[in-house]
């Protein structure tokens, strides 16, 4: 069973902080993983995408990466805001349990503080 | 360009009364379509999707139900209410038949049950 962990539950730094988010997985199996931003009472927004073929996605001040060898994925996002404050998710999708499902960390809660 | 519509976004109901909560989709056709909920301190749990018309997967044994009368539209039910059914639901798609295509989230809908 593809098990998804976002370490640490919650982040809080300064501004202007270069930040490191990462999401391991089980099965390296997969088919591609999302990043996403969750911002308090609303829907999840799709930051990134990254298939399995790729190492890496970038959309201005973010980037991800994947190393599907280790279960692993990091979100990178250079000189944080404030307005980047919000619970980040990472998810993925995996031959296990059917591909037409995607399988979620908790999520990690960033405070960016001014 | 695809646009997911959720409703209603809050809604107040007591035990024991029925529930209906609807998603519609633009800009696709037989898009794969998912309910989620988010309960607080919980990752998001997949409670069923739908890969066509009628089609209908349930991921959680519970007191709620699923249908998809029309190729965009699903439809999350429940006859009758518990307090444990409380949550943030949330309705997704994904290009149909792609196991690299992203996810994509409505605002979701945040119920409580008295």
């Known amino acids: 069973k593809q098990e998804v962990t976002q370490i640490p539950a919650a982040l809080s730094v300064p501004e202007g902080e270069n930040l490191v988010l990462n999401c391991s997985f089980t099965?390296?199996?997969?088919?591609?993983l999302q990043w996403f931003r969750q911002d308090p009472g609303k829907g999840l927004t799709s930051l990134l995408l990254i298939q399995s073929s790729q190492r890496e996605q970038t959309s201005g001040r973010l980037n991800a990466s994947l190393d599907k060898s280790s279960g692993r994925s990091t979100l990178y996002i250079a000189a944080s805001q404030p307005g980047d404050s919000a619970t980040y998710l990472c998810?993925?999708?995996?031959?296990?349990?059917?591909?037409?499902?995607?399988?979620f960390g908790k999520g990690m809660k960033l405070t960016v503080n001014p | 360009s695809q646009t997911i519509h959720q409703w209603p976004a809050t809604l107040v109901q007591p035990v024991g009364s029925p529930l209906s909560l609807e998603c519609t989709v633009e800009?696709?056709?037989?898009?794969?379509l998912y309910w989620y909920r988010q309960a607080a301190g919980r990752g998001l749990q997949l409670l069923f999707y739908?890969?066509?018309?009628?089609?209908i997967s349930s991921e959680v044994p519970q007191n709620l139900s699923a249908s998809r009368p029309q190729d965009r539209q699903f439809i999350l039910s429940s006859k009758k209410l518990l307090l444990s059914d409380s949550g943030f639901y949330l309705c997704?798609?994904?290009?149909?038949?792609?196991?690299?295509?992203?996810?994509?989230f409505g605002n979701g809908t945040r119920l409580t049950v008295t």
């Open positions: 998810a993925v999708r995996s031959a296990q349990g059917g591909s037409e499902k995607l399988v």
């Open positions: 099965d390296s199996a997969i088919y591609n």
């Open positions: 800009g696709t056709s037989n898009p794969n």
């Open positions: 739908s890969v066509g018309i009628g089609q």
């Open positions: 997704a798609w994904s290009r149909g038949g792609a196991s690299i295509s992203p996810l994509h």
